[in-house]
């Protein structure tokens, strides 16, 4: 836990920094690289490519990172995101959530 708010904390200094140069650029290569295993559901774009897969793109951070810990514990459960949770660490997690919710989404009104 404790881990995971560092990781989360130094992910979240580096946006802050975002356009300062190379670091950020390398952090977010890891956290697409990271998510390259989501795409094949939830898109690279963070838009689901299936129909019953939910959007992530610009989804809170913190929702994301606890949706993900109660897959991984059981708490949460669906077999799919059950299976795919248990392989990710807490760093791999907020890698993820980090790159789906850094996702800019522009919502036009009807
Ligand atoms: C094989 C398809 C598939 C893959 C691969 C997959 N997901 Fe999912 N994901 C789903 C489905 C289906 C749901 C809806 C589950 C439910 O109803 O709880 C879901 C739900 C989620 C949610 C909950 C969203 C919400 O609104 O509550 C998160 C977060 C999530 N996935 C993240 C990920 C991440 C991160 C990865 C990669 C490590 C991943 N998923 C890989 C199919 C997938």
Request: with cysteine.
């Amino acid at each position: 836990m404790q881990r995971n708010k560092q990781a989360v904390a130094l992910l979240l200094a580096a946006l802050a920094a975002a356009g300062s140069g190379p670091s950020l650029a390398a952090d977010m290569a890891a956290a697409k690289a990271k998510a390259g295993q989501c795409f094949v559901c939830h898109g690279p774009d963070g838009v689901a490519k299936v129909p019953d897969a939910p959007n992530l793109a610009g989804q809170n951070e913190g929702y994301l990172v606890k949706a993900l810990k109660d897959y991984k514990s059981g708490k949460r459960e669906n077999e799919m995101m059950n299976a795919m949770a248990k392989n990710l660490s807490d760093q791999d997690i907020a890698l993820v959530a980090a790159y789906f919710s850094s996702i800019v989404i522009t919502v036009k009104a009807p």
